[in-house]
Every structure is written in C-alpha cells, then in structure tokens.
C-alpha cells in the first residue's frame, strides 16, 4: 500500500508540474504582417486589442480581436514600451522628448512626465503600472538620430518611480549596465528588471511605498520585453522567446524567424495568443497559458 501510495503522489505531483508549463505548437507561429521598419512596446486592453509600436516610423498599430490590423496613431511621439492603466489609457514611453504620454480613448494625449529639474532623463524605455496606479520605467540610454543631444543629462542609467498624479519620478534602482524590459506581478509584490548588456534578469521585492529591496539575480538571461502567465511564468525575448518558471527553471523556447525580438503581451479575448513583435514584424502562437495583463 504504501508503494502505491507513493506512486500515485508522484503521478498528482507529475501532472500538476505539467498544469504549471505553457505549451504550444511551434509550427502554429503566424506572421501577421512584416510591414515594419522594427515593431516594440507589445500591449494589451481589457478586450484582448493588442497594440504595439513602430518606433523608427513613429506609429502605433492595433490588432484587433476581430483579426484586423489597423493603424492607431501617428506622430507617436516615437512610441517606445506601452501599457494600460485601469481606466483605459495607453501609457507611453515618448521617446521622441522622452516622455510619458497618456493617450485616451479619443487619442487625447496628456504629458504625464517630461524632465527633472529641467533635465531629461536618458530615454524612457518599457513600462509597467502597479495597483496605486504609478509607473515604474527602465531609463536606458540608446543613442537616437533623431535627438540633438548626443550625451546624457541626468548620469546613470536606472528604474524611476512616478506615483499617480506626480510630475516628477524618483530613482528606484540602480547599479545597472542597460535597464531594459520590466514588469510587475498582479499581486504587487514583485518586480522583475532585465539589464540587456549584462544579460541577466533580476526580481525585487517592492515595499509599501514603491521603494524595492531583496534584489536577486533570477536568470542568467536579459530581455527587451517581457511578459507573465496566469501560472507566474516569465517570457522573456531576445533570440526567439525564452520561457521560465517563476523560480528561475527555463522550460520552453519558441523560435521566431527574425534577428531580434523586442517585445511581447498575451492577447485574444481569452488572453491565450502570445503576440511577438519581431524586428520588422508581428508574430503570434496560440498558447495553453493566459496573460494575466
């Protein structure tokens, strides 16, 4: 009896570890459309519209839930990362004047950041909004043929925090080489931070009052953008999209036929269709996971 008794524990333990890891069909990768001069900032609404940017041809594109694509906005102010707050609004990093916009239901746009003490900051990259409301962003610098300052006015490339309703964030980490994809867990209580030159990914735990501590390397792998599951799962993207679990095991690889990928949401009404924008292109997979965004 107790054989059996260990046996059937070990099939329930087996079975519920196969519960935890996503999985898909490689050969159902579709290209959406490869239109782009290099797709970035992958978001999704509340119906499951993903939205996502063109940032060399200063755009904005939706694809919709009905499986039409169609041009949002232009003079995005060279969208970069996005993401929705609670009331609809797409939240942008304008890399353009490096900003944060909000852009509401009727594209109104609304300057929620613009500067420090009359410094610009390097370059508001990807963003991630917490339960209060305030948006945290990786602050990288890369060089734009489009700026006219050629340096950094504000030293040291770093995580700011903008509470709800400020105009001025704060520096929330550091120690960075190139800050890149940042996302938060539904619950609150953590914020993932990848630095793309040094190539690892980090998890802080975030207090009370925004501030982060307990910094742990978590994987040994960057990202540009980066998304989670119903079940904690972390997609990360780079060369194709790479899959952990939420203690850091890698469990899956989708492979995507272009040089670099820049960003990624679930999208679809069931949140189950994994959009993968990729250089030039958009891409999704139908997944067994849900997004939780």
């Known amino acids: ?129 917490d339960k209060k409301g305030g948006i945290y962003f990786t602050d990288p610098y890369y060089q734009r043929d489009y700026w006219t300052r050629t340096a950094p006015q504000i030293v040291g490339e770093k995580v700011y925090y903008l509470p709800q309703g400020k105009k001025t964030p704060h520096a929330v980490a550091d120690g960075f080489k190139r800050p890149n994809g940042i996302l938060g867990t539904p619950d609150g209580k953590y914020l993932y931070v990848a630095d793309r030159v040094a190539d690892v990914t980090y998890r802080y735990k975030i207090n009370e009052d925004a501030s982060l501590n307990e910094r742990e390397l978590l994987l040994k792998q960057g990202s540009d953008g980066m998304t989670l599951d119903s079940e904690g799962n972390i997609y990360i993207t780079g060369k194709g999209v790479d899959i952990y679990s939420k203690s850091g095991a890698h469990i899956g690889h989708i492979d995507v036929p272009e040089n670099w990928c820049g960003n990624i949401c679930f999208g679809g009404k069931n949140k189950n269709i994994l959009f993968i924008t990729a250089s030039k292109s958009l891409y999704s997979i139908k997944t067994t996971a849900k997004g939780v965004e």
């Not at 919709?64 to 929705?84: I, P």
């Not at 304008?94 to 410094?119: C, H, P, R, Y």
């Open 1 to 129: 009896m107790k054989k059996l008794f260990f046996l059937s524990m070990f099939c329930i333990k087996c079975l519920f570890s196969l519960a935890q890891t996503p999985t898909f069909v490689q050969d159902s990768l579709k290209l959406i459309s490869s239109q782009f001069k290099f797709t970035e900032g992958a978001s999704v609404d509340k119906e499951g519209n993903v939205f996502f940017t063109d940032q060399p041809n200063d755009k904005i594109w939706k694809y919709g839930t009905d499986g039409k694509l169609s041009l949002y906005m232009e003079k995005s102010g060279r969208a970069n990362g996005t993401y929705f707050d609670k009331k609809g609004n797409l939240i942008v990093c304008a890399d353009e004047n490096n900003q944060i916009w909000s852009i509401d239901k009727n594209k109104k746009i609304s300057i929620l950041f613009t500067d420090i003490d009359g410094k610009k900051v390097n370059g508001p990259n990807d963003i991630w909004i």
